[in-house]
């Protein structure tokens, strides 16, 4: 497996690719639905760490799951400028407006997003959290358990595959 660089997972961590989160039905089926996201932690030489931020609202469904288990996986990937894919397993923690102020990091998830890190959007980043205000609205933290973060320019498969293939020339 082609492994991402440090370099290019702290780039690729603070871009604006939409990600597919995983939340667990009551009868153990996935459920998958494209969200929005943001990581805040550092990437260094040991990795990654740090926590995943999301926000939803409790009347939609992978919202409702999480409240009733937080076990959740989320994937991250993107075509350009090259292929490339983060995904993490952890544990969901859901937080409301009556345990804590939601709208900080929500609003970093509008700018994230609507923004694009223009300050010359900024009323549109304001519209769209006016907007979120209006909702049941909750924050989710994803403290992740699992990573793989994989840089599939360089991919040359597992290290199972390639002594599949080594033992096929060989025969």
């Not at 923004?115 to 959007?121: F, H, N, T, V």
């Not at 989710?140 to 599949?164: F, M, N, Q, S």
Request: aromatic letters at 8%; a negative charge; hydrophobic letters at 40%.
């Amino acid at each position: 497996m082609s492994r991402m660089s440090i370099e290019r997972l702290g780039e690729f961590l603070g871009e604006p690719h939409v990600g597919v989160i995983a939340s667990l039905r009551a009868d153990g089926r996935p459920y998958t639905v494209p969200v929005w996201w943001r990581f805040d932690g550092s990437v260094g030489p040991a990795g990654a760490d740090g926590v995943f931020w999301l926000t939803g609202t409790t009347s939609r469904v992978w919202c409702r799951q999480i409240m009733g288990d937080p076990r959740v996986s989320l994937c991250i990937e993107t075509t350009e400028p090259a292929a490339a894919h983060v995904g993490v397993d952890g544990q969901a923690e859901v937080i409301t407006s009556d345990q804590a102020d939601i709208w900080p990091e929500s609003t970093l998830l509008a700018d994230k997003y609507v923004g694009l890190g223009d300050p010359s959007r900024r009323t549109e980043v304001e519209a769209f959290v006016a907007n979120m205000r209006t909702e049941p609205r909750i924050l989710i933290r994803l403290v992740p358990e699992v990573w793989r973060a994989i840089d599939l320019t360089i991919y040359r498969g597992k290290r199972e595959d390639r002594d599949h293939q080594a033992n096929q020339v060989e025969q």
